[in-house]
């Protein structure tokens, strides 16, 4: 007798959906264009953040860094979008003061092209639990959730609202959970791409036996539970 496996709901409005669930679906009118999510974005990967208001010092620094790294995620196969509780010429306003008078780092004259959503009455930010009362009850928390081609949460980040992002760490999460995907594996502790990666564990004495005295190519057993396996290069 086969069952079919049970599809996770979205979460309800106002707690933070987990990982594994579907994200949860709103249509929103962003500096793009209105937008259907997740469908819009069906065989992409997605990053979906938040950020606590237009003109404020942190949030500038932080869309501008993944403004000039948008091409590496689209590499990725990876789009993002934006939010804020803010209003739609809020957001054009100071995209356009972005791109015209701020610079930061080795970044000047940056143009951000990614959907920046208006959620002035906060209902995209609830039904994601970005809003968190101990924080601020008008301003959304620096969330950051991660979201596969099947429009499944993967990996969920928050921050505080006075504390910044660490963009690198988000590409490398990123390209860990496409890997575990394609090669059917695990990463180990401060992984980076082209590092060696961790073989499941085996399921049986038998096969423990076997992953220590016989490991597949390219893998090396440190213990019974312990396989790590090389990935071709070119990856």
């Given at each position: ?64 860094t993944f403004a000039t790294m948008m091409p590496e995620f ?75 081609p099947k429009a499944k949460i993967r990996a969920v980040l ?78």
């Amino acid at each position: 007798m086969t069952t079919t496996p049970s599809v996770p709901e979205p979460a309800p409005a106002g707690r933070i959906p987990l990982i594994g669930e579907t994200a949860p679906a709103f249509e929103a009118l962003t500096t793009q264009g209105p937008i259907h999510f997740p469908k819009d974005y069906a065989g992409k990967w997605v990053i979906l953040f938040s950020h606590p208001a237009d003109f404020t010092p942190v949030c500038t620094t932080e869309f501008m860094t993944f403004a000039t790294m948008m091409p590496e995620f689209k590499k990725l196969n990876c789009d993002l979008v934006g939010l804020s509780i803010d209003s739609h010429y809020a957001h054009i306003a100071w995209l356009r003061t972005i791109k015209e008078k701020i610079k930061f780092k080795n970044m000047a004259n940056v143009e951000v092209t990614f959907p920046l959503i208006a959620d002035v009455k906060m209902e995209v930010a609830r039904l994601y639990g970005m809003v968190q009362p101990g924080a601020s009850d008008t301003q959304a928390v620096r969330a950051v959730f991660i979201i596969d081609p099947k429009a499944k949460i993967r990996a969920v980040l928050y921050y505080p609202l006075s504390n910044g992002r660490n963009f690198p760490e988000i590409k490398r999460l990123l390209i860990a959970l496409q890997t575990t995907d394609q090669y059917d594996c695990a990463t180990p502790a401060d992984w980076q791409p082209g590092d060696d990666v961790i073989v499941p564990p085996p399921g049986s004495c038998g096969t423990a036996k076997e992953r220590v005295e016989k490991p597949e190519p390219n893998a090396y057993a440190l213990d019974w539970f312990m396989t790590f396996k090389k990935l071709p290069k070119t990856k």
